[in-house]
């Protein structure tokens, strides 16, 4: 059973900032939030992980309140090529924990 | 990053027969792989857990005799899908971690089956 819960679409245009929240109540003492992109046709695409407060990258922002009980993917100046879906994820390290996937955000970026 | 091949990208197969998937680990030895079903519109769906030199673990409801899995080594996993019928056409992921906290996904395999 999926552990989080995020919208099922947004809409946006190019150049707007997009943020996407998910929900993860029951998120484990030791669990990360790790969020992913996938195109149609290609597997999953690793964007951006944290454990808590705030982490950046050059392509997003992950910001996580001190409860950690949700988290946002902040997509600074959206492009049509954005468009994907996005799924959030909470796991333990480890190369034996599985990943399971929730319905994931559908992010359709308008000209 | 760390790099997850799979092979095919795509494959048509006749109903009856059976197809072969792999899923290498190109530059990690990867101990666990996860094999992942994905329908049109749908999220992905974790099939079964593939353990290097052991029995895979399977989710429920997923037919072990059906979907074949072997971790011969520690950069390959295969996926077989025996007497393959028109419902089993699916977009089919492969992933592996290595010692970071990282997943890493293939570019997935479209199975069609006629």
């Known amino acids: 059973l999926a552990k989080t819960t995020q919208p099922i679409s947004m809409d946006s245009y190019e150049g707007q900032e997009v943020n996407i929240t998910c929900s993860h109540n029951?998120?484990?003492?030791?669990?990360?939030i790790t969020w992913y992109q996938q195109f149609p046709s290609q597997g999953p695409r690793f964007i951006i992980q944290?454990?808590?407060t705030k982490v950046t990258n050059e392509v997003a922002s992950l910001f996580i309140p001190a409860d950690r009980k949700s988290s946002t993917l902040s997509l600074p100046r959206v492009s049509l090529s954005d468009t994907a879906v996005y799924y959030c994820?909470?796991?333990?390290?480890?190369?034996?924990?599985?990943?399971?996937f929730g319905t994931g955000t559908l992010l359709a970026v308008q000209p | 990053g760390a790099v997850v091949s799979q092979h095919p990208s795509r494959v048509i197969c006749k109903s009856g027969t059976s197809v072969k998937i792999e899923c290498r680990s190109l530059?990690?030895?990867?101990?666990?792989m996860f094999w992942y079903r994905q329908f049109p519109k749908k999220s992905l769906m974790l099939m079964a857990t593939?353990?290097?030199?052991?029995?895979?673990?399977?989710e429920q409801g997923v037919e072990k005799d059906k979907f074949l899995i072997n971790h011969a080594s520690l950069t390959l996993s295969t996926l077989t899908v025996t007497s393959a019928h028109p419902e089993d056409s699916s977009f089919y992921i492969c992933?592996?971690?290595?010692?970071?906290?990282?997943?890493?996904f293939g570019q997935g395999t479209r199975l069609t089956v006629v």
């Open positions: 992933s592996a971690r290595d010692r970071t906290t990282e997943a890493f």
């Open positions: 029951n998120i484990a003492t030791n669990d990360y």
């Open positions: 944290g454990y808590k």
């Open positions: 994820l909470t796991s333990t390290g480890g190369a034996t924990n599985k990943l399971i």
């Open positions: 530059d990690f030895q990867a101990t666990t």
């Open positions: 593939s353990n290097e030199g052991s029995k895979a673990t399977y």
